[in-house]
């Protein structure tokens, strides 16, 4: 198969083209709705969300030659993928990949196989370095997938996993408390200067934020001390589009994050009970989170706020030479 696109048989013996071609900047929204009717046919309670997605294509596509689509006949977007990373220096990446439901998804999946593997080694080969790139398999608990991986070359990464963890939101959720002095309040545009400082996670485009402050699904929560400074973070978020599709009122904590001169003082907790309150409000009936399976602390945490570990979410990786 070449690049510019593959044929796969229609239900009726016949062929149909699917074409291949770079993502442009246009294709975003479009993007998007192919994702939340991917999740709305059973992934709903997988990451990337559409905020996530969102987030790595603004901020963690540093060349547009990292992302690509499908597209059938009529011009529908079949099937999407990107390769991201946290720096424009880096060289661990991460391949998302997004497939109609309706589609042949081994076929579509080989092809984002192929292209990655092409990109990753152009992208090798011009840095004169290797590189790795890591994939979620689409199930944890069948083997289709994970055979079409380790077909490639990828294998099982053993020292580090994600976990998934949840509540449901019908009971009564405990106030948050605070220390004396320090109040709760949501991000307003003028401190965001303030808030990327304290932001520890990979660096995230202003613009983006700027967008999010302003969109009603996504909240930011920050805790100031007493003398007005930003001490600890909280972003929660939820799609009403996806719950019509799903059926599923799934709320999502995307990041909580306290200074490290801060912690111990229980500000994460009552964050995490103010982003549960603020979701509930707003009509999830669960709440959601991902988070790594070393990151003890985070996960005590969350038990504290009434979460358990739902799924856990292994991670296949390959290495991928300059020579």
């Known amino acids: 198969m070449g690049r510019d696109g593959l044929r796969t048989p229609m239900h009726d013996g016949g062929q149909r083209m699917i074409r291949q071609r770079p993502y442009q900047e246009n294709d975003l929204e479009r993007v998007l709705h192919l994702l939340i009717t991917y999740r709305g046919?059973?992934?709903?309670?997988?990451?990337?969300t559409v905020w996530r997605l969102k987030l790595l294509m603004s901020s963690r596509l540093w060349d547009e030659r990292d992302a690509t689509l499908w597209e059938d006949e009529p011009g529908k977007i079949i099937g999407f993928a990107m390769l991201s990373k946290r720096t424009a220096e880096g060289t661990a990446y991460g391949l998302e990949r997004v497939i109609h439901p309706t589609q042949n998804r081994t076929e579509i999946a080989e092809a984002i196989l192929n292209w990655s593997s092409q990109r990753l080694t152009e992208i090798a080969r011009e840095r004169h370095t290797a590189l790795t790139v890591g994939v979620a398999p689409f199930e944890q608990d069948t083997d289709q997938d994970i055979t079409l991986l380790e077909s490639r070359g990828f294998?099982?990464?053993q020292n580090g996993y994600n976990v998934y963890m949840g509540c449901g939101l019908e009971k009564p959720i405990e106030a948050p408390v605070l220390p004396i002095g320090y109040e709760i309040e949501p991000l307003i545009e003028s401190e965001l200067a303030e808030y990327q400082a304290l932001y520890g996670f990979a660096a995230v485009m202003l613009e983006h934020q700027?967008?999010?402050?302003?969109?009603?699904?996504?909240?930011?929560?920050?805790?100031?001390n007493p003398v007005g400074k930003m001490v600890a973070y909280l972003e929660c978020s939820f799609s009403r589009e996806e719950w019509f599709r799903s059926r599923q009122q799934i709320g999502w904590i995307d990041?909580?994050?306290?200074?490290a001169d801060y912690q111990g003082q229980g500000l994460g907790l009552a964050l995490m009970r103010t982003g549960l309150q603020h979701l509930k409000a707003h009509d999830a009936a669960q709440a959601m989170l991902i988070t790594?399976?070393?990151n003890i602390a985070g996960q005590h945490l969350y038990h504290k706020a009434g979460m358990e570990i739902m799924a856990e979410e292994r991670v296949y990786s390959k290495t991928i030479s300059a020579e």
Do not use: C, F, S, W
């Open 155 to 157: 294998t099982l990464m």
């Open 210 to 224: 700027k967008e999010l402050i302003y969109h009603p699904q996504y909240q930011h929560l920050v805790i100031k």
């Open 292 to 294: 790594t399976h070393d």
């Open 41 to 48: 046919a059973g992934y709903v309670n997988r990451y990337p």
């Open 255 to 259: 990041y909580v994050e306290t200074h």
